[in-house]
DNA sequence: TCTTGACCTTCCAGTTACTGGAGAGATTAG
DNA sequence: CTAATCTCTCCAGTAACTGGAAGGTCAAGA
């Protein structure tokens, strides 16, 4: 398998394919005489693992740690749990700011008539 | 009033108000003749209203915007409630993928029995 | 007067996780 | 044989700062 292959077997950009290599993310891939990456069904899954792993949000050293425990058969649930609930948490934490956020410019906007006056709220709390 | 003044009177890092300068977001303050960069009342109210517009997630053209509205004696706010409202959207639509995330993470960490084996239905979904 | 410590300056590099593009070699289809 | 498509490496840029080095300035106390 070329990368162009790999890209769309795993659903990664050619360019993140390679990028995952060059910061040691993924092993190395071997390379075809003319010095092209070729890849196997076991490179593909462990692409695959950390392009789903990154969609959680997981850090490239987040997913580093959860590759390792993926490919080690001694690993504990307990050590993937741990990862997983501290991510958990900070989506909650992000999801607390949203709100507060939201509902902060939400009351601006709707107070705000949008007419060709120059007085608006939104400024006003700004400034 | 000197920059480490005006840091704290804005609420802003010393290094944040000399960059906001810098790349011409705010005026380049007026120096002392040490070279020392000084900052009046109408320089500080201009950061906060960066900083607050900042902590909405306005980015800093979307600030140069606003900002260039608050000036602006013949604003209408027609043109700040356009901007608002669209990042009022992109908070709604980080919101929803917040929600999503959440829940299936949640639900992955909720069935994960976090002991000493290495049976993991997270890594199982990830993999 | 001297010194010490807190400020201030500029400039350069690093952060995160890629992404774009240039220039050049390899491969494949027609 | 040629044109299109891949692939390679290397460099630079993104957003919005942040950290640190090397060196100048200022005010207070002994």
Redesign the pocket.
């Known amino acids: 398998m ?4 790999a890209s769309k077997a795993s659903g990664l ?4 394919v ?2 995952y290599a060059d910061i040691g993310l993924v092993q190395a891939p071997s390379r ?6 070729t890849y196997d069904n076991a490179s593909v899954r462990k692409l695959v693992f950390i392009r789903r792993s ?1 969609e959680f949000g997981f ?3 987040e997913c580093r740690e959860l590759l390792g425990l993926y490919q080690d058969q001694d690993r504990t649930s307990a050590e993937v749990k741990r990862i997983a609930s501290k991510r958990l948490e900070e989506i909650e934490e992000k999801q607390r700011e949203l709100q507060s956020l939201h509902d902060e410019l939400a009351h601006l906007v709707t107070s705000c008539r949008g007419d060709h006056r120059p007085d608006c709220p939104i400024i006003d709390y700004l400034g």
Do not use: D, F, M
Not at 2 to 5: E, G
Not at 32 to 37: F, K, N, T
């Open positions: 070329n990368i162009s292959a950009p050619v360019k993140t390679r990028y075809s005489e003319a010095g092209y990456r990154r850090t490239i050293e």
